[in-house]
């Protein structure tokens, strides 16, 4: 497999990353599904329940476990759910009274492989004002 592509295997369809912004301009469609997902994780509940989610055992969560962290309301985390859900930043599954989620992998591969710096490329700011 060469550098530029990343087979992420997961409850989606192996998936290919194309190269990052740095290396190819955004097309119209796929800014638009991009920044769907990044309004989505631009509130920190939300960027939260992404990271609770993906970090459960078993890489998915009952919502029943994601309420307790949070000094909100359960009516409010399942709306910040069905954002990150409608964003495309998880699944969801109703099994009796509960739903579990859980992150899609190609989601986070699209987001990574967007942000992704080209090789070669220092890691710490080396230009603009500081």
């Known amino acids: 497999?060469?550098?530029?592509?990343?087979?992420?295997?997961?409850?989606?369809?192996?998936?290919?990353?194309?190269?990052?912004?740095?290396?190819?301009?955004?097309?119209?469609?796929?800014?638009?599904?991009?920044?769907?997902?990044?309004?989505?994780?631009?509130?920190?509940?939300?960027?939260?329940?992404?990271?609770?989610?993906?970090?459960?055992?078993?890489?998915?969560?009952?919502?029943?476990?994601?309420?307790?962290?949070f000094d909100v309301s359960q009516p409010t985390i399942s709306h910040h759910l069905k954002v990150l859900r409608e964003a495309g930043l998880v699944g969801s599954e109703r099994r009796g009274t509960w739903v579990y989620y859980w992150v899609l992998p190609a989601a986070l591969a699209r987001l990574s492989s967007l942000l992704q710096a080209p090789a070669g490329t220092a890691a710490a700011g080396t230009g603009g004002s500081g």
């Open 1 to 69: 497999m060469s550098k530029s592509e990343l087979v992420v295997l997961g409850r989606d369809d192996a998936v290919v990353c194309g190269s990052p912004m740095v290396r190819e301009p955004l097309g119209e469609e796929a800014a638009v599904d991009l920044a769907k997902m990044f309004k989505a994780l631009s509130d920190p509940v939300r960027l939260r329940l992404l990271s609770l989610i993906a970090s459960h055992e078993g890489g998915e969560a009952c919502v029943c476990d994601l309420t307790g962290p």
